[in-house]
Each structure stands twice: as C-alpha cells, then as structure tokens.
C-alpha cells in the first residue's frame, strides 16, 4: 500500500510491514539469493552435442560495496546435463569491485553436452543488473 509518501509491504510469514527501498539490497538484514535458470540448449537441427568454450555474463559492474561482503560482488555458475536433476561443481567469478566498471565475467571451459542449462546465482548485497550474455557455441557433429 502507499501511505505517508511510502510504499509500504506486508510480510506473510511474520506480520512485519517493510517500505520498499530500491537501494536495500537484503530481506530485513538476511542475504536475498537471486537465481536464473536458462531454458534447456541443444542443437535443433539433430542430436549433435555443443561445445561451449565460455560463457560471458555481462553485469552492471562496478557496484561493490565499500567493505565488508559485497565488497567484491561473486556471481556463481553451474550447469545441468540431465534437464536439472544433477548439476555441476560451481564456478565462480568476480562482477567488479566499486569503481571497476570494465570488469567482465567470463567462464571458460564448459564442456559440451546435448542438452544443457546454465544457472547463475549472486547472493552479495549489492544492486545486481544483467545487461546481457553471450557464449560462442561449437556444434560437434
């Protein structure tokens, strides 16, 4: 509801009532887990398996915090084979420290498969902006 000049939430679980703050980047002081699961990729033309030699995920950078976590923001990296029943290890990289606006994430060696989703989770509290992604696909025939 909008009261007072504030947008204000009620919380089913526990009866608090919270303003939103665009610029609050936890859920009342606990880490807020942000996930996106792609859609599965394979080859449409046949059962040929796809190689992806990196994955680049394009952030806002540059938005760490100060100190403290968040100081330097983690993105995390793991994909399915299996249509996400199993996953990976995970792989993680760096989005940028505050000011290091040209930093890029970038994964290498992700292997081939068939049919394959990526999942990408950042939990750091910071404001968290995906501009894009990009990954050159090889198709093994």
Known sequence: MFFAGKNLVGDYANGKIYEIDFGTYTDDGE????ERIT???FDPAGRNSLSYPRLEVEFKAGTGLITGQGSDPKAMLRYSD???RTWSNTKIKSVGKIGAYKDRSIW???GSSRHRNFEL???DPVEWVITGAHSPVVVNK
């Not at 880490?31 to 942000?34: D, E, G, H, K």
Request: contains cysteine.
């Open 39 to 41: 859609p599965q990729l």
């Open 31 to 34: 880490t807020i887990r942000r």
């Open 108 to 110: 290498r060696q992700l």
């Open 121 to 123: 989770t950042v939990t």
């Open 82 to 84: 299996d249509g996400c």
